[in-house]
């Protein structure tokens, strides 16, 4: 047996650089710790899965074990020694400060944060009967490290953006984000890296985000219209109080306390949070994907949660806390479920339509095909003339009509003032002159 399981429970609220790593629903109704036989001894650490029994993980394990799907840690880089992780297939750093393979520890306090998080998702024993196993032991893993805090040169926005463009373009069927931040909204920088994963037929499986870290509400990356966010709950399906939030985008629920990891130097500890709630979904869609291999990232997500089981504690379908209910990977891998067209979870293009762009209106096709017209000929240049010389134009159009205007001006005076001399000529003949008659009394 490799490691005894560590006394000391790891915080759910692992502080990264202000993402909190998350962790999933507990299980329904605790199945009893199988007896050892009298002539093989049970390994303690398989003992202690009972997420394997109590959420159909083993029985889903009769049609698959995940076998052809390959799933992206996207978290603080996978441990390079631990046999557990003989699954991991390839890597690459996004924080500047892991070696480029994606397999060194980033951080100095949440180093084994994504050892822990790909051993639930997909740890491959020590041994046939000893060791711990993920929820897909037979998928591929792919260790990308990112970096959180001031101790980072490249901003975390684009490590992530980077990183999940990295895991579409080197095979990802499933990406796992074990972090969340406190806030709702998101950089528009992930808008196209989400797309892409989408438009690529990957399914993104998101931590809803622990209560110990003072956050009450999911944030982004869990709110974003399409991923598959995972709410936390207790041994007994009752939602985490320490480790899990709640919000109308939590799409399922899965166990999040007395949970294990295989640490980057192998030793197994105890920790708790939705940040090992989600690599236990995403391990989950791993067995969907490998037992349907016909379906689309949206029917993968629609199979999980229209198979989950009735939370006790919900209050409605879909509900703030549990989502759609307990997961249930025996029943998401076999049961019968109808066809759909759409995620189930949102459409992250209608978002960004309505929310980051106004609606344009597409501009108008042309109904006719343009016309060459040939270019006009140039303009002969006017003889340069000195402006005290008459031309012709002026002659005609100036000099000869303001003479006959002023000509005609002076005849109708000259006759106005003759006939007004006849006038008076006339009145003086015919009016007798005081003067006279007076110098000649009658």
Avoid: C, K
Avoid at 202 to 231: F, K, M, Q, S, Y
Avoid at 282 to 292: N, Y
Avoid at 377 to 385: K, T, Y
Avoid at 401 to 421: C, D, E, K, M, S
């Amino acid at each position: 047996m490799r490691a005894a399981v560590a006394a000391a429970i790891v915080a759910a609220t692992i502080a990264l650089a202000g993402a909190a790593a998350t962790s999933a629903p507990a299980t329904p109704t605790p199945t009893p710790t199988p007896t050892p036989s009298p002539t093989a001894p049970v390994d303690p650490i398989r003992a202690a899965q009972y997420w394997l029994d109590d959420y159909g993980i083993r029985t889903a394990w009769e049609t698959t074990r995940g076998e052809g799907v390959r799933i992206a840690i996207i978290d603080t880089g996978v441990g390079r020694g631990p046999v557990e992780f003989s699954g991991v297939v390839g890597g690459a750093d996004f924080s500047g400060l892991g070696a480029s393979d994606g397999r060194s520890s980033v951080g100095a306090v949440d180093a084994d944060h994504g050892s822990w998080v790909a051993s639930l998702a997909g740890a491959r024993g020590t041994g046939a009967e000893t060791g711990m196993l993920g929820v897909a032991p037979d998928a591929e893993l792919l260790s990308l490290s990112i970096g959180f805090g001031s101790s980072v040169s490249v901003p975390f926005v684009e490590q992530v953006a980077d990183a999940i463009r990295w895991a579409v373009d080197n095979g990802a069927d499933v990406i796992n984000l074990s972090f969340t931040t406190n806030t709702l909204t998101w950089d528009p920088l992930w808008d196209d890296a989400f797309l892409y994963a989408f438009d690529n037929d990957v399914v993104v499986v998101v931590a809803a985000g622990n209560r110990g870290n003072g956050t009450e509400e999911v944030g982004a990356p869990a709110t974003i219209p399409g991923v598959l966010t995972v709410a936390g709950v207790d041994r007994s399906g009752q939602v985490s109080q320490g480790a899990s939030t709640q919000g109308i985008t939590v799409g399922i629920s899965a166990p999040s306390e007395q949970l294990l990891g295989v640490s980057a130097d192998g030793r197994v500890v105890q920790w708790e949070g939705t940040g090992g709630a989600a690599p236990i979904v995403a391990g989950i869609v791993a067995l969907v994907r490998a037992a349907h291999p016909e379906l689309d990232a949206n029917n993968v997500i629609n199979r999980i949660v229209s198979t989950a089981r009735p939370a006790a504690g919900a209050t409605a379908v879909p509900d703030n806390l549990y989502g759609f209910g307990l997961v249930d990977a025996a029943a998401a891998v076999s049961a019968p479920v109808d066809a759909v067209d759409a995620n189930p979870m949102g459409d992250l293009a209608e978002w960004i339509r309505l929310y980051r762009r106004a609606e344009q209106t597409p501009e108008p096709e042309p109904t006719v095909a343009p016309v060459d017209v040939p270019a006009l000929p140039q303009a002969e240049s006017a003889p340069r003339v000195s402006p005290l010389v008459p031309s012709t134009d002026t002659l005609r159009y100036g000099t000869l009509p303001l003479a006959a205007g002023t000509l005609a001006a002076i005849l109708v005076a000259l006759g106005v003032t003759a006939a007004a001399r006849r006038i008076l000529s006339t009145r003086a003949m015919r009016t007798p002159n005081p003067r006279t008659e007076e110098s000649f009394p009658p």
